[in-house]
Every structure is written in structure tokens, then in C-alpha cells.
């Protein structure tokens, strides 16, 4: 399984990006999809979580009301629409999913599937 992670790239501050989370050799049904971030000499982070099979969706609190997590049955495709971004989202971004559970949704370490990440640099 490769999870691939997609839509990066440099935006001014106040922009906006969608990345796109596909994968393959498999079908996300019970899935949590969750991305993180990982900025130069930072932990990764959790930024934003969902319940493949409701659609139910959670947030950190750093981007609440700035990022929307979504998924795409039909495609198989898992989306993180970015807005309002600012200079300290430039990271790489990760999706990853397991099936361990919503309440570990934040945690990364029961993830068990990871794209490669892609970067996202927001100028001042």
C-alpha cells in the first residue's frame, strides 16, 4: 500500500492550496485518514483527522476555521483545502491512515500506512 500525497507548493500569506491524498492498491472504507505537518527541526504534528466512514472530521487547534479535511469515496481520494495560510504552515505535509480506531486520530504512531509528504511554503 502507497498512500501519495500531492498539491504542494509556495503561496503567499493570505493564500490558499488543496492537497490531495490518493492511493494505491487500496480502498479507504474504515479508515482514519489523518495529515500531519513536520516543519525543519520540529516534531510532526497532527494537523487534521477523518472518519473515512462518516466523514466526521477533527482539527488541531493552530488551524481550526483555516483548513478542511475532506474525503472523496467514489475517487478514493482524501483532500486537506488550506486557506488563510501563514508563515509558520510551511511544512511538509503527510497524510498516513490506520484502522486502530478514531480515538487515536491524532496520534501518528498508530498510523500504519504514510505518503512521502509534500511541501508547503507560505511567504510573509
Known amino acids: 500500500v502507497q498512500l501519495q500525497a500531492s498539491g504542494g507548493g509556495l503561496v503567499q500569506a493570505g493564500g490558499s492550496l488543496r492537497l490531495s491524498c490518493t492511493a494505491s492498491?487500496?480502498?479507504?472504507?474504515?479508515?482514519?485518514m489523518g495529515w500531519f505537518r513536520q516543519a525543519p527541526g520540529k516534531e510532526r504534528q497532527f494537523v487534521a483527522g477523518?472518519?473515512?466512514?462518516?466523514?466526521?472530521?477533527i482539527y488541531a487547534d493552530s488551524v481550526q476555521g483555516r483548513l478542511t479535511i475532506s474525503r472523496d469515496n467514489a475517487k478514493n481520494v482524501a483532500y486537506l483545502q488550506m486557506s488563510s495560510l501563514k508563515p509558520e504552515d510551511t511544512a511538509v505535509y503527510y497524510c498516513?491512515?490506520?484502522?486502530?480506531?478514531?480515538?487515536?486520530?491524532?496520534?501518528?504512531?498508530?498510523?500504519?500506512?504514510w505518503g512521502q509528504g509534500t511541501q508547503v511554503t507560505v511567504s510573509s
Open positions: 492498491g487500496y480502498t479507504f472504507s474504515s479508515d482514519i
Open positions: 498516513a491512515a490506520h484502522k486502530n480506531g478514531w480515538r487515536w486520530v491524532r496520534v501518528s504512531s498508530k498510523y500504519t500506512y
Open positions: 477523518i472518519d473515512w466512514s462518516d466523514g466526521s472530521p
